[in-house]
């Protein structure tokens, strides 16, 4: 089955600013609102609009709004693009973490623990790259403010 044959939306028919309505989404995803897993069909729903419209040379952002997905206007998508960049910066820091305290390196192998290592220090050149930007980002707006 094509995506074509599982969504049928015609996505070039999209503009900003549109509401798919929930009773929209529920016939797409063949899910009910009160199913558990209508949430995820609505994500797979957000993705293929976005790859879609892609290919389309328009790209689509949108985003699950109650039991509907919108179609984000431009000012919309540079907010919720923004908010998912900053997540996916704290959500890398949380990890490089867990990295650390969660792995107790006495049960690897000595392969294991090279590996992990490696990782570990690569994990760590990225979160250290991140916060210098923000340093930087932070010193150059404290500049244009003052």
Do not use: W
Not at 56 to 77: F, K, N, V, W, Y
Not at 91 to 109: E, F, I, N, P, Y
């Amino acid at each position: 089955m094509s995506l074509d044959e599982k969504y049928p939306v015609n996505v070039a028919e999209l503009k900003k600013g549109d509401f798919l309505s929930p009773e929209t989404c529920e016939m797409l995803t063949g899910k009910k609102r009160d199913n558990p897993r209508y949430q995820f069909a609505m994500q797979s729903i957000r993705e293929f609009i976005y790859r879609e419209s892609e290919k389309q040379g328009r790209p689509l952002s949108c985003g699950i709004d109650g039991d509907g997905l919108r179609i984000h206007t431009d000012a919309e998508a540079s907010e919720y693009h923004r908010r998912l960049h900053y997540m996916a910066l704290r959500g890398m820091r949380r990890s490089m973490k867990r990295m650390v305290s969660c792995v107790d390196r006495a049960q690897l192998t000595s392969f294991e623990v090279a590996e992990h290592d490696r990782e570990t220090a690569l994990a760590a050149l990225r979160v250290q790259a991140v916060r210098e930007a923000c340093r930087i980002e932070r010193r150059k707006h404290k500049e244009l403010t003052e």
